[in-house]
C-alpha cells in the first residue's frame, strides 16, 4: 500500500493513496499529489519532522505512566479507604506481590507496596511504610484478614456452633460436647415460686463453656478406668449413652478435675437454663410436656432414666439439652434456703459452709413444677441417689 503525510505541518499523518480527507486532523486531501507530499519521507517516518514522531509517542507513554502512578499514590494515603489492607507481620502482595518482614499485604491481582521489604512487582521494587505494608492492586480491591474466633479452652478443639450460632468445642479427655454461653444478665428465682428461690435478683455471670448433655455411663467408666475409681454400685455398663446417676457430689467434682473442668455454679447452672430472657423454662414459656423432657405425669415413655439428649423439644435457644427432668444435677454451691436475699450480683458461688450442695433440674421421679428453670433442692454431698447426675463447665479464656 502506497502512503503520503498529510501536507498539515501540525500533522503529518500518512494516509493511503487515494484518501479524501486525512485520517487524523480531517484536512482535505484533495489536489494533493502523493508522489510530492512524499518527497523527503519515507514511509516509516523518516525525513524532515519525521523524527519526532518517536518523541510524541515517548511522552504520551510517560505521561500516562505518570498519571497511573499518582493514582496509585493516592490510593496507598487513603488507607482503608482504598484498596489495600495492612496486617500486623509478614507482607503477601498477591499475584505478582513480595513478602515483606514488616506488613501483610494482600492483593487479588498485580502489586501491592509492603513495607520493610515488601514489593509491589516480580522485580523487587518496594515503597517502605513502617511498621505495616499497604497492599494496592490494578486488578481490584485488597482481601481483609478474617477475625480471629475466641480463644479455645485448654484440652479443646473446635466443634461447629449450634443453631444459635453459638460456639462449640470437643473435650480432648472425655469426648463430650460444651457449647459456649456468652456472659450476661438476668433475673435469678422466681417471686412466684418456693420460699428459697426468693427473692428474685438480678445476676452477672462471665462466659463460659457448658456440657451439652449430662455425663454418661460412658464417659464416667473411662475417667475410672483412666484413675481407678470404683464406679458406683450396680453400674449399669449395657447402657452406655443414660447419664450416669449413683454419684455422691465428691465423685461428680473429681470427674470434673480429671476431664480439666469444674461443676456449674447454681448460677451459671440457672443462666444456661434461663438465658439473657429469664425464660421459665429451659426451652421458652411454653408449659411442660411429654416432648419437652423425662419428668413424672408427663407420658414421656420412660418409667426411669432416659438416654441423653432424647427430647430435643427441650433443649435450650442455644442447644444445651436434659435441662428439664431426667436426673438432678449438681452444682458447686453448697445450700442455703436464704442464700438469694444475700448474694451478689456478680458471678455468685453460694454459701461458705454447710454441707448440703444445691442440685437443679429435676428428675424423671419429679412433677411438672419440678422442671421449672428457677427450681431448686438441696442434696447431701455423701447422697448417690439413682436420680442424681452432673454435667460439667470451663471457663471461656479471656
Not at 518523541?55 to 494515603?77: D, F, K, N
Request: hydrophobic fraction near 30%; include cysteine.
Amino acid at each position: 500500500m502506497d502512503l503520503f503525510p498529510c501536507p498539515l505541518d501540525d500533522c503529518q499523518h500518512w494516509n493511503e493513496d487515494g484518501r479524501k480527507k486525512c485520517f487524523t486532523c480531517g484536512v482535505s486531501l484533495e489536489g494533493v499529489d502523493p508522489a510530492k507530499a512524499r518527497k523527503g519521507f519515507s514511509a516509516d517516518g523518516s525525513g524532515p519532522l519525521g523524527w519526532l514522531l518517536p518523541l510524541i509517542v515517548i511522552g504520551a507513554v510517560i505521561g500516562g505512566l505518570a498519571w497511573w502512578s499518582s493514582q496509585q499514590g493516592g490510593a496507598t494515603e487513603e488507607g482503608d479507604d482504598a484498596a489495600a489492607t495492612t496486617m500486623a507481620s509478614g507482607g503477601d502482595a498477591g499475584t505478582d506481590g513480595a513478602t515483606g518482614s514488616g506488613g501483610t499485604s494482600t492483593a487479588p491481582s498485580g502489586g501491592g507496596d509492603a513495607a520493610d521489604g515488601g514489593g509491589d512487582d516480580a522485580s523487587g521494587s518496594s515503597d517502605a511504610g513502617g511498621a505495616g505494608g499497604t497492599g494496592g492492586a490494578a486488578g481490584g480491591s485488597a482481601t481483609p484478614p478474617k477475625p480471629a474466633g475466641p480463644k479455645l479452652p485448654d484440652g479443646m478443639t473446635a466443634a461447629g456452633k449450634s443453631d444459635s450460632g453459638a460456639l462449640q468445642v470437643e473435650s480432648e479427655t472425655d469426648g463430650a460436647t460444651l457449647v459456649r454461653l456468652e456472659g450476661g444478665s438476668f433475673s435469678m428465682g422466681s417471686d412466684s415460686g418456693d420460699p428459697d428461690e426468693k427473692p428474685e435478683h438480678e445476676v452477672t455471670v462471665s462466659s463460659f463453656y457448658i456440657d451439652v448433655h449430662p455425663v454418661t455411663n460412658e464417659q464416667y467408666a473411662a475417667f475410672c478406668d483412666a484413675t481407678g475409681r470404683r464406679k458406683p454400685s450396680g453400674f449399669p455398663s449395657s447402657k452406655p449413652k443414660h447419664p450416669v446417676v449413683s454419684v455422691s457430689w465428691k465423685d461428680a467434682e473429681a470427674y470434673a478435675e480429671w476431664a480439666g473442668r469444674r461443676l456449674p455454679t447454681e448460677a451459671e447452672w440457672s443462666f444456661a437454663a434461663r438465658g439473657t430472657d429469664s425464660r421459665p423454662y429451659a426451652w421458652g414459656d411454653a408449659s411442660p410436656s411429654k416432648s419437652h423432657g423425662n419428668f413424672k405425669g408427663g407420658a414421656d415413655g420412660h418409667d426411669t432414666v432416659a438416654p441423653v439428649a432424647s427430647f430435643p423439644d427441650g433443649a435450650t435457644p442455644d442447644g444445651v439439652m436434659d435441662m428439664a427432668g431426667n436426673v438432678w444435677e449438681w452444682t458447686a454451691d453448697r445450700y442455703s434456703s436464704s442464700w438469694y436475699g444475700k448474694s451478689p450480683a456478680d458471678n455468685p458461688t453460694g454459701p461458705t459452709s454447710g454441707s448440703e450442695r444445691t442440685v437443679r433440674g429435676g428428675a424423671y421421679t419429679s412433677g411438672a413444677k419440678d422442671v421449672r428453670a428457677p427450681n431448686r433442692w438441696k442434696m447431701a454431698e455423701s447422697s448417690s441417689r439413682n436420680n442424681i447426675g452432673f454435667r460439667t463447665v470451663v471457663d471461656a479464656p479471656e
